[in-house]
């Protein structure tokens, strides 16, 4: 199992159910921008909190759309697509933290209200290294 710390919007209102061992749980899609230029697109997962981790994003009312960052274990799921026929895979996010990006240039947004980046690129943070297009530091 792989460990990732990203940062996407929430491309689907949060989903509240109980599993089969009647264990809560809340799990939303995570959309991340990812590449550059002419290759960018967009990669989803499904986010699955449980335990205190949903509590506190059910408290802080994430929504569809919500600019967040997610960390936790992540793995490919198969599943099977609506026509009950299809088998197809996705990566499945098991949510250890989080929180909301804070609004850059924004006055008067509260941190749980939407951010417009589904058409956008995720900015790069100042002074971050893009290893794509500069040269690492050895």
């Known amino acids: 199992m792989a460990q990732l710390y990203t940062i996407g919007w929430a491309a689907s209102e949060p989903r509240h159910g109980?599993?089969?061992?009647q264990n809560p749980y809340t799990m939303f899609s995570l959309g991340e921008r990812i590449g550059y230029g002419h290759r960018t697109r967009t990669q989803y997962y499904q986010v699955w909190a449980r335990g205190d981790v949903m509590r506190r994003l059910q408290k802080a009312g994430v929504k569809k759309g919500s600019l967040l960052w997610v960390s936790g274990s992540l793995e490919l799921e198969e599943y099977t697509r609506?026509?009950?026929v299809t088998r197809d895979k996705g990566l499945r996010?098991?949510?250890s933290d989080w929180?909301?990006?804070p609004s850059q240039g924004r006055t008067g947004q509260s941190p749980g209200q939407t951010a417009d980046t589904a058409q956008r690129p995720i900015p790069i943070p100042d002074g971050t290294i893009d290893g794509e297009r500069e040269t690492l530091p050895e």
């Open 18 to 21: 109980t599993s089969v061992n």
């Open 82 to 84: 609506k026509d009950g």
């Open 93 to 95: 996010l098991e949510l």
């Open 99 to 101: 929180g909301f990006v």
